[in-house]
């Protein structure tokens, strides 16, 4: 069974540092391209960041770029997206997918597979 699992999550001040991790199972991620979205109450899901299949190609929207990193680790199964400089509009439940196109982008219709997300809480 293909699953996606995200973890990392938690309550943080504004300011510091989070990292997510995106663990699969059942299936190989390296055939795979892999975004990171987030969905805050009452708003639609966005796109936050995706990396390629092999991790040469990355791409980050406007508002976390120069503070969020993603990375993958295909011999461990798993993609990070480190968040530094975390803001109160931050917050949100983030999410995992994967897409079998070389790729991927920002876009929800893209992507194929979907972990449950975890919750992100940025607050003093």
């Known amino acids: 069974q293909l699953q996606l699992v995200e973890s990392g999550g938690g309550l943080v001040q504004p300011g510091g540092s989070l990292r997510l991790s995106c663990a699969a199972s059942g299936f190989t991620l390296d055939y795979y391209a892999i975004g990171w979205f987030r969905q805050a109450p009452g708003k639609e899901r966005e796109g936050v960041s995706c990396?390629?299949?092999?991790?040469?190609?990355?791409n980050y929207a406007d508002s976390v770029k120069g503070r969020f990193t993603i990375s993958r680790d295909n011999a461990k199964n798993t993609v990070y997206l480190q968040m530094n400089s975390l803001k109160p509009e931050d917050t949100a439940i983030y999410y995992c997918a994967a897409t079998k196109l070389i790729r991927g982008g920002l876009t929800v219709r893209e992507y194929d597979y979907w972990g449950q997300g975890c919750q992100v809480t940025v607050s003093s």
């Open positions: 990396i390629s299949r092999r991790g040469g190609t990355t």
